[in-house]
């Protein structure tokens, strides 16, 4: 009964921190990536453009990628948000949120990275990275969440990965091919940033307006 309470205030607390965001775009990818690495580069690319095209900018709040799209989003002007998970070897908030909740629970962390984002990207990383992608694969495939874009970046380190589900998933009628077709990949910032804007405005009826800062929009 303890647990559960403790889960059920958990879901609470986040929903009541995160509640009032502006359309998200949720950004997964490695923590360990310093600010040298290409990967670390293009994600503040990705933020920055996610800002300029008027979304809030999410991640898990961590340091890496997560720290360069928080931190591509506060330098273009925008909101960034991180939603932190607490862990034996602490990982701290990065310095480029506007706000962040911190989490002991990784599926309570996963709920709210999905909840309020209108797409997701995913950069290089690790089992995170890949729990993060299955997992919001598996929620479009049965229909639990809206057929959102799921945009994978680095084409080159994302192929075997995308060769597996073509060849093997799909050959052995495991998934459908709709299914492995659902990850778009991309080795460009502005056209994953592209396909998000346009699935927010074409498939979900988004409309900027003075709060979404059209101006942003039409500069991009």
């Known amino acids: 009964m303890r647990r559960a309470l403790r889960i059920f205030f958990e879901i609470m607390k ?13 950004v997964f990818g490695s923590a360990r990536f310093t600010e040298e690495h290409a990967s670390y580069i293009l ?18 709040g961590g340091p890496g990628i997560m720290e360069a799209a928080n931190r591509g989003a506060k330098e273009a002007g925008g909101y960034s948000v991180g939603c932190n998970i607490e862990l034996p070897k602490e990982q ?5 949120l506007d706000r962040w909740v911190s989490f002991r629970y990784f599926f ?7 909840k309020y984002s209108y797409a997701f990207i995913a950069m290089p990383g690790g089992f995170g990275t890949l729990d993060e992608i299955f997992e919001t694969a598996t929620l479009i ?3 639990k969440i809206k057929d959102f874009p799921l945009i ?3 084409r080159e380190y994302w192929q075997p990965l995308l060769d597996f589900l073509h060849g093997r998933l799909v050959e052995a009628k495991t998934i459908d091919p ?7 990949v991309t080795d460009s910032a502005e056209e994953a940033v592209r396909l998000a804007r346009d699935a927010a405005l074409r498939q979900f ?6 709060k979404f800062k059209r101006r942003w929009f039409l500069g991009e």
């Open 92 to 96: 701290k908030p990065n310095p480029y």
């Open 108 to 114: 309570v962390r996963k709920l709210m990275l999905v």
């Open 178 to 184: 709709i299914d492995a077709d659902r990850i778009l």
């Open 205 to 210: 009826g988004l409309t900027y307006g003075p």
């Open 14 to 26: 986040g929903f009541r921190q995160l509640h009032f965001l502006a359309p998200c775009v949720t």
């Open 43 to 60: 994600a503040r690319e990705i933020g920055q453009r996610l800002a300029r095209a008027g979304f809030t900018v999410m991640t898990g």
């Open 141 to 143: 495939q049965t229909h």
């Open 152 to 154: 994978v970046v680095g």
